[in-house]
C-alpha cells in the first residue's frame, strides 16, 4: 500500500511563505504526476499544481508566479513552495498520486493553511 503525507501547513500572515510536503511511503511505485489540490471552506477541491514523472510542472493560474513545485526524488517527497501568500489561499491543501500502471489516485490527509489579513 502506498502512503502519503502532508504537512509544512499553518498560519501565516498575508505576504508570508510556506513549504508543504508531500512524502510518500509504503510499497514502491511508479507515478505519472504528483498534483496538489486545495478545498476552501465551503468550495468544491480545486487543483493547484503537478510535477511529471520527468519533472514538468504546471499551475493553476491564480498561483503561477507565486507557487513552485518540485520534488526530492531521493527522499520520495514532493513541495509545494509557497509565497506571497493570501487570504484566499486558505485551505486545506491535498496531495495526489496517480499510479502509472493501475492510474489509481492516492489522497494524503491535507494540511490546513490558514493565511490571516
Known amino acids: 500500500q502506498v502512503q502519503l503525507v502532508e504537512s509544512g501547513g499553518g498560519l501565516v500572515q498575508a505576504g508570508g511563505s510556506l513549504r508543504l510536503s508531500c512524502a510518500a511511503s509504503g510499497r514502491v511505485f511508479s507515478f505519472n504526476a504528483i498534483r496538489w489540490y486545495r478545498q476552501a471552506p465551503g468550495k468544491q477541491r480545486e487543483w493547484v499544481a503537478a510535477i511529471s514523472r520527468d519533472g514538468n510542472t504546471n499551475y493553476e493560474d491564480s498561483v503561477k508566479v507565486r507557487f513552485t513545485i518540485f520534488q526530492a526524488l531521493a527522499k520520495n517527497t514532493v513541495y509545494l513552495q509557497m509565497t506571497s501568500l493570501k487570504p484566499e489561499d486558505t485551505a486545506v491543501y491535498y496531495c495526489?498520486?496517480?499510479?502509472?500502471?493501475?492510474?489509481?489516485?492516492?489522497w494524503g490527509q491535507g494540511t490546513q493553511v490558514t493565511v490571516s489579513s
Open positions: 495526489n498520486a496517480e499510479e502509472s500502471s493501475t492510474l489509481y489516485n492516492y
